[in-house]
């Protein structure tokens, strides 16, 4: 009987301590889901040996240019779609959303970079200077000032009106390069955008050439959004410019990827600190993933594919092994004279025959223009 009324007490306590925190439950408001909202979702892509995977996106854009979500919202969509980095990195010189003129290029900065303090999660400061080919368009990672740059993408009167020629066409404001030294006085990480947009040609113009050969560009989209530039592999091959992969994305993270993990730029820092980051970027440890494919140095994804493809023998002799997956990473293989096509799926295990020693391609890993090859075991 004693313990019975202990039960009961307990019962009542709990109660009690439950009712403290009641669901929100009535005829008036019923509150549905809290616990939902915040979900991240998780990308399986291993550490290698050193240094943390990092997963990242270095080029969006907000509703203070030309797209649809806030710099906040940015940092909750990376969040939630399981990333580790993004770059704030709006237009310089295009403003299309009505009533918002950006006067302060910090602005979205400060916003991103507050919202990911909320988070834990990390925000690159940096711009997108936008002007039209050779140049084109260059991200600033890293900018410390960004409120320095050239506002006119073309010449304008001193009214602020657009100059024309004679045949009617904007005339370019030849002050790209100006802004190019003003974001390298600031110590800046420059990456060439989307070489192949807008006039769907990569082309590797003299200027660009010069800036890669003296290493005052440091990286260039191998992918963007949702189309990629084969032709950048050649130039991976022939300088070692390391590939990323981003979104440069407009809309929302949803209404480009749905459920697809989005594209992005797979960074091997020493921690997961900015400091950290800017080194290894600078050091060119970085991977370009994207629709299933790896793109950049031979090294690194050979790691990658260590830390990913976990190999049980089974039969040694016959070479009969299971090789689990535990990564996020599809790896297209071909074996042997027959090239016998083997798909290594993400998160799953498969029991093959491959001999000791046997040089496996992986066509979806890509060091320039060749897919490595490699032995699994
Ligand atoms: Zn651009
Ligand atoms: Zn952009």
Known sequence: MKRLSLLIGLVAIVATVGAKTPP?????????????????????????????????????????????????GRVREAWQDGLDVIAMSEHIAVHKSPGIKLKDYNIPINQAVKEGKKWGFLVVPAVEITRTKPFGHMNALFIKDPNVFEETRYKVDENGKLLRDKDGNRIPNPTEMDDFRK????GCFMLWNHPGWPDKKSTLYPLQKQLIKEGRIHAVELFNGSEWYPKVLDWFDEYKLPMMANSD????SRFMYGNQIRPMTLVFAKEYTLESLREALFAGRMLAFFEGKLAGEQKYISQLIDASLKVQ???????????????????????????????FRPHSAIRITVPKGTELDFINCYVGRQTLKKEIW
């Open 313 to 343: 023998v089974v039969d040694e002799k016959k070479g009969v092994i299971v090789v689990t997956n535990i990564s996020d990473i599809p790896f297209q293989t071909l074996f042997g004279e027959r090239m016998i096509p083997v798909l």
């Open 249 to 252: 994305i407009h809309d929302t």
């Open 24 to 72: 929100e439950i009535s005829d008036d408001r019923t509150v549905c889901g809290q616990l939902e909202k915040a979900v991240r979702r998780v990308i399986s892509i291993p550490d290698i040996e050193g240094y943390k995977t990092l997963k990242c996106d270095f080029h969006m854009h907000t509703v203070f240019a030309d797209a649809h979500v806030s710099p906040a």
């Open 183 to 186: 974001a390298e006085e600031q």
